[in-house]
């Protein structure tokens, strides 16, 4: 096959030509013309979230996992404790590398199937004042299940906490408005629904807590505070920045401005995310979630009830047709996800459930019922 | 103008449009096809330096430094003691990661326009026996000096102490045979001599370490003995890796090894630099570094002692004909950088020169010659 496949995973997914070809330009890292590009990319952001008064957006090397990190790094300080609702696994590696940078974390334990409960964090927040900030996975990528961000902003400001958002697979599709919400930190990276390409990620600091951050962070290559200033002094990035993910992204958002911003972004994805389960549903496969809680970002499919089914063998026949759709991540029940993201639309969503229906009939399936 | 300009700079650098067009493709970073990149990538990255029997290689999503950060993360461990001869601005870079990683670093200042005597290092060694490691910047470019990198590694191996070098600006040009010379980690990065894009790095491991490295890191991102477990396993990487520069980068070593490998490069670059150094004494320029220290990866120059020398005007006059320069990095002396590498040769250096010649014409300014 030479048409290359469409990426139905949560990032890297599929860019438009156009986002690639801008990465067709060597660009000198110390140029004006390439810091110029960091200027007004910084600018976009803020744009999108409506944080120009109260916030600043620091972007950072690698992937969105260092940006999580980094957040964590930069805004708790070395005797904070981190409170982290726990409904799936970036939740968990959320909490896991607090603890591992040596940052005290509590974990919630929370239902995979369900969103967190703002009233559960509450809770916990009354229950233990040493509390200082809360970590919350916006749109859950393991499951795909949205969380009730206001909710939890509100009740972190109630308790004057701090809250820190990892908005990876959120962030630009589902609407965030920085004059609404208070977060200290939102995080979100490159590859995701801007549609650009992966290798970056970036994060909104709110500019009331920043000073604080100075000499929190225990690593160089992740302390937010000091790229920052770095940034407001020269204009450049600390360290090499990629350039040509840098500049795929700008050119990715000035599509995604085009194209309408978030509210036009959300659409397109909600109609990706309809046509996906429609078509699905008719095939006889059940979401994992209940479509009140669900994210139009990823969708988790429970795995069909047949001995004859292998996931290895489903990935490949729908590869073959031209998708490449991405394992579950659930420990107890056999899943597997399909991505709503990315540079498509229904026709492509359309498609793939043909190319599913088509896979199911090769390998003796006769639909994608799962088991009771 | 409309032609890119070239790149005489340490990474970013001027890549083929060979290496660029492999980025023109979306990869599913938990594809097969896309492992396989991983994996072949890591072999030829081993080929380079003869380590497939002493070494495993790790890559790392992030520039250069994160891979620097992460392999002392990963190598040293909590209770570890670094020793960094320091002849420049990336030797103080990493005395001061490792420090604010909470590893205890000792920082030898060594003269900045001289190789690090690996007589210091003997002699360092045998004073303060609660060294675990030396931290050495093979070529530090700061300045352009080459380090003595086999004879550190000698007193490093005699005193039974840890190598970590960060090869960054010479891995793939200056010659490196894990086979006779033993060093526990070394570091490079996709946008240096590999001419590649920037946006990841690698760490090589000796495989007789790489069993005391886990439990050390306190970055999860950062932790390379994981990357390395987990890679084992699944053939993936555990975070989004950079897919785009992965493929850049995997184009750019297929290049590399139809040119004749590191022998052809260091060639290359040799006559790039013998080209630069020749052309900008005969403008009277003289370069920072004495002839038989300076590698041939980036040149530091003083800046002509004229008052109508300003180096924003004369790197605005440089990049109106197609060339971009370096700043320089020294604190004490006026100078400015040109870089060697990249996908350029002779031609190009005498092209930049010439450029150099106008400018300086230009800005009214009859030779380079520097304060005596």
Redesign the interface.
């Known amino acids: 096959m030479t048409r290359?496949?469409i990426?139905l995973?949560p990032?890297?997914?599929?860019?438009t030509?156009r986002t690639?070809?801008a990465?067709?330009?060597?660009?000198?890292?110390?140029?004006a013309d390439f810091n110029a590009i960091t200027a007004r990319l910084r600018a976009r952001l803020l744009d999108i979230v409506d944080g120009h008064d109260s916030h600043v957006v620091v972007p950072l090397?690698?992937?969105?996992?260092?940006s999580v990190?980094a957040a964590v790094a930069t805004l708790v300080p070395r005797d904070g404790h981190v409170l982290v609702p726990d409904n799936g696994a970036y939740c968990k590696?959320a909490g896991?590398?607090t603890q591992?940078?040596?940052r005290k974390a509590t974990v919630l334990p929370c239902a995979e199937n369900q969103p967190i409960s703002a009233a559960a964090v509450d809770e916990r927040l009354q229950a233990d004042a040493s509390i200082t900030h809360v970590v919350l996975i916006h749109c859950e990528t393991g499951t795909g299940v949205e969380n009730p961000l206001a909710e939890v902003a509100a009740v972190c400001r109630r308790h004057g906490k701090g809250l820190i958002v990892d908005a990876m697979s959120s962030f630009a599709a589902l609407p965030i408005d920085a004059r609404a919400l208070q977060f200290d930190a939102l995080i979100a990276?490159s590859?995701k629904c801007l549609e650009g390409?992966?290798?970056?990620g970036f994060v909104f600091i709110r500019k009331a807590v920043l000073d604080a951050c100075a000499g929190n962070?225990?690593?160089?290559?992740?302390?937010l505070h000091d790229q920052h200033v770095y940034m407001g002094k020269t204009g450049q990035w600390r360290?090499?920045?990629?350039?040509?993910?840098m500049a795929?992204l700008d050119e990715a958002v000035a599509q995604f401005v085009e194209e309408g911003g978030q509210p036009a972004r959300l659409q397109r994805y909600t109609d990706n995310c309809r046509t996906l389960v429609e078509g699905m549903t008719k095939l006889g496969f059940r979401p994992f979630l209940k479509a009140e809680v669900q994210a139009p970002i990823i969708v988790t499919f429970h795995a069909p009830a047949r001995p004859n089914y292998d996931f290895k063998r489903f990935y490949e026949g729908a590869?073959q047709r031209g998708f490449?759709l991405?394992?579950g991540k659930l420990t107890e029940v056999d899943t597997f996800r399909v991505g709503c993201i990315g540079a498509i639309g229904r026709h492509e969503m359309q498609q793939a459930v043909n190319a599913v229906a088509e896979t199911l009939q090769e390998m003796g399936i006769p639909d994608g019922t799962p088991a009771p």
């Open positions: 290359d496949a990426l995973t990032g890297p997914l599929t860019t030509l690639k070809l990465m067709l330009k060597d660009w000198g890292s110390w140029d090397q690698g992937s969105g996992t260092f990190e590696r896991k590398l591992m940078m040596g990276a590859g390409v992966p290798g970056m962070s225990q690593s160089l290559a992740m302390d360290f090499t920045p990629p350039t040509h993910v795929a590869k490449i991405y394992p």
